[in-house]
């Protein structure tokens, strides 16, 4: 069991950086892979970034390669989504997400996450 607690949005103007971060409870953090969804008004949930246990591989959505980084600090039980470059099209609710994938493209199913967080906005203006 992993609780999750998203922390970190707000509004910024297109073009600024945005650090979300959460925080996991339970014993067994480090067992699972972490993942961060968005979903913006009127659409489906989508992927964004992901991370293996170990903090040694890291999976992005195209859109948002080479802006966004995702990383995790077992020690203190927090992954982070670093977010540079930001655009209007990234508006949207994220979610932080516990979950065991088991494969390669499962770390980009949201159906392989089975513990979630209520979610934090994400505003981008022009």
């Known amino acids: 069991q992993v609780n999750v607690v998203e922390s970190g949005g707000g509004m910024v103007q297109a073009g600024g950086s945005l650090r979300l971060s959460c925080a996991a409870s339970?014993?067994?953090?480090?067992?699972?892979?972490m993942a961060w969804f968005r979903q913006a008004p009127g659409k489906e949930r989508e992927f964004v970034a992901a991370?293996?246990?170990?903090?040694?591989?890291?999976y992005y959505a195209d859109s948002v390669k080479t802006r966004f980084f995702i990383s995790r600090e077992n020690t203190k039980n927090t992954v982070s989504l670093q977010m540079n470059s930001l655009k209007r099209e990234d508006t949207g609710v994220y979610s932080c997400?516990?979950?065991?994938?088991?494969?390669?493209?499962?770390?980009?199913?949201?159906?392989?996450?089975?513990?979630w967080g209520q979610g934090t906005q994400v505003t981008i203006s022009s």
């Open positions: 997400a516990a979950g065991r994938p088991w494969s390669t493209d499962d770390y980009y199913r949201d159906y392989r996450y089975n513990y």
């Open positions: 339970g014993p067994t953090f480090s067992a699972y892979a």
């Open positions: 991370v293996d246990w170990s903090g040694g591989a890291t």
